[in-house]
C-alpha cells in the first residue's frame, strides 16, 4: 500500500521560510515523480513543483519559482519543500502525490495516483 504523510506547515509571517516533508512508503521511490500542490480557499488545486527522483529533474510554476525548492532524500524516501520569502497569497493547503511515472503533464492533479493528506501554511501579513 502506497502512504503519504505530508508535514511541516505552521503558521509563519511574510517573508519568513518554513519546509514541507513528504514521507513516502510503499512505493519505488528511485523511479517515480513527487509533486507539491496547494489549493487556498475557494481555488483550484494548483500544481507548484516536482521532481523525478531517478535523475532529480525538478519544475516548478511561475508562482513559486526562485522561492521554493523541491528536493528528494532517497535514503529516506522523504521529498522536502524548502519554502522561502513567503507571501500571503501562498497561504493554502499543500498536499504531495506521487506517481510510478514520469507525467506527462507535471501540473495536472490527475496524473498522479497517490496522494497525502494535506498540510495547512498560513502566511500572515
Known amino acids: 500500500e502506497v502512504q503519504l504523510q505530508a508535514s511541516g506547515g505552521g503558521l509563519v509571517q511574510a517573508g519568513g521560510s518554513l519546509r514541507l516533508s513528504c514521507a513516502v512508503s510503499?512505493?519505488?521511490?528511485?523511479?517515480?515523480?513527487i509533486a507539491w500542490f496547494r489549493q487556498a480557499p475557494g481555488k483550484e488545486r494548483e500544481g507548484i513543483a516536482c521532481?523525478?527522483?531517478?535523475?532529480?529533474?525538478?519544475v516548478y510554476s511561475d508562482s513559486v519559482k526562485g522561492r521554493f525548492t523541491i528536493a528528494s532524500d532517497n535514503a529516506k524516501n522523504t521529498v522536502y519543500l524548502q519554502m522561502n520569502s513567503l507571501k500571503s497569497e501562498d497561504t493554502a493547503v499543500y498536499y504531495c502525490?506521487?506517481?510510478?511515472?514520469?507525467?506527462?503533464?507535471?501540473?495536472?492533479?490527475?496524473?498522479?495516483?497517490?496522494w497525502g493528506q494535506g498540510t495547512l501554511v498560513t502566511v500572515s501579513s
Open positions: 510503499g512505493l519505488t521511490f528511485g523511479n517515480s515523480a
Open positions: 502525490a506521487a506517481d510510478q511515472s514520469r507525467p506527462l503533464r507535471w501540473s495536472a492533479a490527475d496524473m498522479y495516483a497517490y
Open positions: 521532481i523525478v527522483s531517478d535523475n532529480d529533474d525538478t
